[in-house]
């Protein structure tokens, strides 16, 4: 196999696409959303590319029995009322710095070809402990996209994420940029410990918005309260250790 090789699926007619990704990475939280999307656009969705690489680890997914090479997928949606999409995702990313620039630079031709000139990556921004209210912090490629998203509800901070933005994700923003692409990245607030279906379904509500279309999130909102019972099972382990510690009466008794 070659270091790259793309498979055109399908070819649809697509108006005005914007290509949105949604690889791994903290909280699973572009994943989470890309994932959704999916789900609740069926109907509408159809497989067009897939991305093989030898930057990819070297494994096959195994459904039903049968195998299949590792691979990012690309998918076209016809949204009702609502800009077309391009959403790309999969189950790993590059393994090396050069095999983030390869494959990102494959994705936005993929965009170029489908006549894409605006993307989103979608991610996760850790905080470091478990959280009630979910922020979304943005990052875009040009001052020009500040004012939608934050009349989206999207905070810009000094210095945050702290150390940038690695992987697709930031490269969507960059080299976008030099291909004349507007590139934003959207970050739902997480602890970075866990899958977070919570700060995905904020991250998605800002898209939403954005872009124009209407979602239902029964589904995320059922994952969401699975974590939540998870969450609380480890709170009660927390506890019950800390009460297990020996306290210093405990540790004064001589025999």
Same mark, same amino acid.
């Given at each position: 196999?070659?270091?790259?090789e793309i498979d055109a699926v399908a070819e649809v007619e697509l108006d005005d696409p914007v290509l949105v990704e949604g690889l791994?990475?903290?909280?699973?939280?572009?994943? #989470?959303?890309?994932?959704?999307?999916?789900?609740?656009?069926?109907?509408? =969705?159809?497989?067009?590319?897939?991305?093989? =690489?030898?930057?990819?680890? +070297?494994?096959? *997914?195994?459904?039903?029995?049968?195998?299949?090479? @590792?691979?990012?997928?690309?998918?076209?949606?016809?949204? +009702?009322?609502?800009? &077309? #999409?391009l959403l790309l995702t999969g189950d790993h990313q590059a393994q090396s710095n050069a095999g983030h620039y390869t494959l990102t630079? %494959?994705?936005?031709?993929?965009?170029?070809?489908?006549? /894409?000139?605006?993307?989103?990556?979608?991610?996760?921004?850790? @905080?470091?402990?478990?959280?009630?209210?979910?922020?979304?912090?943005?990052?875009? *490629?040009?001052?020009?996209?500040?004012?939608?998203?934050?009349?989206?509800?999207?905070?810009?901070?000094?210095?945050? +994420? /702290?150390?940038?933005?690695?992987?697709?994700?930031?490269?969507?923003?960059?080299?976008?940029?030099?291909?004349?692409? &507007?590139?934003?990245?959207?970050?739902?607030? @997480? =602890?970075?410990?866990?899958?977070?279906?919570?700060?995905?379904? =904020?991250?998605?509500?800002? #898209? /939403?918005?954005?872009?124009?279309?209407?979602?239902?999130?029964?589904?995320?909102?059922?994952? %969401?309260?699975?974590?939540?019972?998870?969450?609380?099972?480890?709170?009660?382990?927390?506890?019950?250790? *800390?009460?297990?510690? +020996? @306290?210093?009466?405990?540790?004064?008794?001589?025999?």
């Open positions: 196999m070659d270091e790259l791994p990475g903290v909280g699973h939280v572009g994943t #989470l959303a890309v994932e959704h999307l999916l789900e609740e656009l069926e109907g509408e =969705s159809t497989l067009v590319r897939r991305v093989y =690489s030898r930057e990819f680890p +070297p494994q096959v *997914s195994i459904e039903n029995g049968v195998s299949e090479l @590792t691979c990012a997928e690309v998918y076209a949606v016809d949204v +009702p009322d609502g800009r &077309d #999409l630079d %494959a994705f936005l031709d993929i965009a170029a070809e489908f006549g /894409a000139t605006e993307v989103y990556a979608l991610g996760g921004v850790p @905080t470091g402990e478990l959280i009630d209210e979910y922020a979304v912090v943005g990052a875009v *490629s040009d001052e020009s996209l500040l004012e939608g998203l934050e009349d989206a509800g999207v905070e810009f901070r000094e210095d945050e +994420p /702290a150390g940038g933005i690695v992987g697709v994700s930031g490269l969507l923003l960059g080299l976008g940029e030099r291909r004349g692409f &507007d590139a934003a990245c959207l970050m739902g607030e @997480t =602890s970075g410990y866990l899958v977070d279906p919570k700060s995905a379904r =904020s991250v998605l509500e800002v #898209l /939403a918005d954005v872009l124009g279309f209407d979602l239902d999130y029964e589904s995320l909102d059922e994952r %969401a309260d699975e974590m939540e019972d998870v969450i609380g099972k480890i709170q009660e382990m927390e506890q019950q250790q *800390s009460m297990d510690v +020996p @306290t210093d009466d405990d540790l004064r008794y001589i025999g």
